[in-house]
């Protein structure tokens, strides 16, 4: 009877490494939402997933590369018009430009999901909720489409300086 009671605290061992944690993330849901202001608020949203998973520091270079493709279609949309522009549409009107940046960021929402897909998974099985995103998610929203809006302007300035203009 005295050996088994070491087998039975070895039952009762978490084995989860400290790194697989499982910590309450914002929803995809929220996180879709935060995609129809762009693939900015996508990138916050989900790098504060990161964080609260302390994963930050190992992913920082999926932010990075988030803010790079993210400023190089902005450079596209602001530097090509005619292809961003549907016929019959004002030159420059931007909703074909606004439609790139909105389906950018699902498919950022799309790839960062799938590499925090087992943290949901394991947020799923342990009975966790995600937080109330209320707060959070309409700051991010708001910060997020004015992120972009100062890059895009930022860009056309660029663009009117360098003399790309036809004007």
């Known amino acids: 009877m005295a050996d088994q009671e070491p087998r039975r605290q070895n039952l009762l061992t978490p084995t989860l490494a400290p790194e697989s944690a499982v910590a309450p993330l914002y929803s995809?849901?929220?996180a879709f939402v935060m995609a129809l202001s762009g693939p900015v608020a996508v990138?916050?949203?989900m790098a504060i997933?990161?964080?609260r998973l302390g994963r930050l520091g190992r992913d920082a270079w999926?932010?990075?590369a988030i803010a790079v493709a993210t400023v190089t279609l902005?450079?596209?949309?602001?530097?090509?018009p005619d292809l961003f522009t549907i016929e019959g549409q004002r030159e420059g009107s931007g909703t074909v430009g606004r439609y790139a940046l909105h389906g950018a960021g699902l498919l950022i929402l799309a790839l960062v999901y799938l590499r925090y897909r087992p943290y949901y998974r394991a947020?799923?099985?342990s009975g966790l909720d995600s937080p109330r995103p209320w707060k959070i998610g309409t700051l991010v929203f708001v910060l997020g489409g004015a992120a972009q809006i100062v890059v895009l302007v930022l860009l056309f300035v660029l663009r009117r300086g360098l003399g790309f203009d036809a004007a």
């Open 28 to 30: 995809v849901g929220c």
């Open 74 to 80: 902005m450079f596209v949309i602001v530097n090509s």
């Open 123 to 125: 947020m799923a099985v």
């Open 43 to 45: 990138g916050i949203i």
């Open 62 to 64: 999926i932010f990075v």
């Open 49 to 51: 997933n990161a964080k």
